[in-house]
């Protein structure tokens, strides 16, 4: 299905999605209570931060970002490499609550955004006909990571102390994915694309967006109001399952169990929707990306049986499949790929804004007395709202194909 240098472009894509973890909600998570123990700080304070720290990244990345569009593939991501690096080290030296700070920023930039944005960008602009297949593949990485380190995580706090754990971490970013991204991607420039030997394949040529052409296009907020729904709603979820837990009567053990039915779901989907993607264009599958999520969101509304945990976190992993992969395909299909560096630090940044978002409105709304049923409610208002703007718009979202 790939050869050569295709393969070597996905295979830089796992590692990179697998890499950008450290980063992630999941994995700095882990370190939550370690973290609040060190800095006999409280759990709204850790979150406070966090969400500030986040969304200053977010604000960043859309700057950062857009150089991917003017510096060698290799370079980017040796650059992105050794600031994943730093971060990690310094987040190992976090003795106070500006440290905290800083290095949730730095993480959340480097790994959250960067690596994720670098991975996809280049697998975007490299494929064509394959786009859907090799952005599933690349973007299990991820799902790799969040099947692994969490267990492995655990094992090893108790072991050895939090901090000893993040320095080995940068030691083992330092001294190896600036190798792997040279043995990979050291031939790959603006112009490559991937060999398609199919008679029957015809690339058709579209308009090149830039960013400042995107932001005048109603269609992109439509899109992004469908995209942006994952991230926060998701986030919110994660950092709040143990009010979830408690509200519902669940039990830490039922939604423990309940994140294999999402990781599964979620790998599944993820597999198989690349290959979807390509039959059908990701313009088509859009609309259905958020409906498993508004029903996830009916079922935290409305049931309380422990079964419903498995049944809430399952649809939300196959909304993330479908979410994951359709969220890099959809602008290359768009808006081409000429800029799509600069557009995809612009729609990263905002999927980084969103999960801010996320935390400090679920946040808010629990300390002010909202229900998680109340909450869940909001969820679903947004979701048919932006579902049905979609469903709307939905004809007028194609590319602008150029005059032969």
Known sequence: MFKSLSLKVIIFGFIFTFFSSFGQSFFLGLFNSSIRETLSITHGQFGSIYASATLLSSFLLIWVGKKIDDINIFRFALYVTLLLAFSCFFFSKISSIVFLFIAVFLMRFSGQGLMSHTATTTISRFFTKSRGKALSIGWFGLSTAEFILPVLIVYLLTLTAWQNIWLSISVLI?????????????????????????????????????????????RFYIVCLNMLAMPWIATGVFVYQSYITESKEWGEFVIAQSFMAYSILSVITLLGSGFLIDKFTSRKLLIFMNIPLLISMLVLFYLDISISAFIFLGLIGISNGLANVLGSSTWAEIYGVKYIGSIKALTTALMVFSTAFGTALFGLLIDKGFTIENIAFIGAVYIMISLVLLLIFRKTIVPIRLPN
Request: aromatic share 18%; hydrophobic share 45%.
């Open 174 to 218: 330092l001294f190896f994915l600036p190798f792997i991204s040279f043995a990979l991607i050291k031939n790959l420039n603006f112009d490559s694309r991937e060999d398609v030997n199919d008679q029957n394949f015809v690339e058709k040529e579209i308009k090149n967006w830039t960013r400042v052409e995107v932001l005048k296009d109603y």
